[in-house]
């Protein structure tokens, strides 16, 4: 049970780090310069909490070898998200 939290909480985490982050604003810009074919319906894919949320959920599961609680992971760690406003 306290893996599964684990798992939570560090999809969350890295997720919130990539889309909102102060370490990572000047990266992100960097990258949406790069990218601009990433752009879907106007916004950019690393604005997309729910984008970058499923890729990290994907990665922090291969991560933690547990590749069959991916869904498990993205949706509660999204759960989370909304709770913040």
């Known amino acids: 049970m306290i893996e599964y939290a684990l798992q939570i909480l560090a999809a969350y985490i890295i997720t919130a780090v ?3 982050g102060g ?3 000047r990266m992100r810009g960097w990258i949406k310069l790069k990218t601009r074919w990433l752009v879907f319906g106007g916004r950019h894919f ?3 909490r ?3 949320g499923l890729w990290v959920s994907i990665t922090v599961a291969f991560a933690y070898g547990v590749p069959h609680n991916i869904l ?3 949706g509660a760690s999204y ?5 913040e406003r």
């Open 18 to 20: 990539i889309v909102n």
């Open 23 to 25: 370490v990572t604003y």
């Open 46 to 48: 690393l604005d997309c």
């Open 50 to 52: 729910l984008c970058v």
């Open 72 to 74: 498990l992971i993205y």
């Open 79 to 83: 759960f989370l998200a909304t709770q």
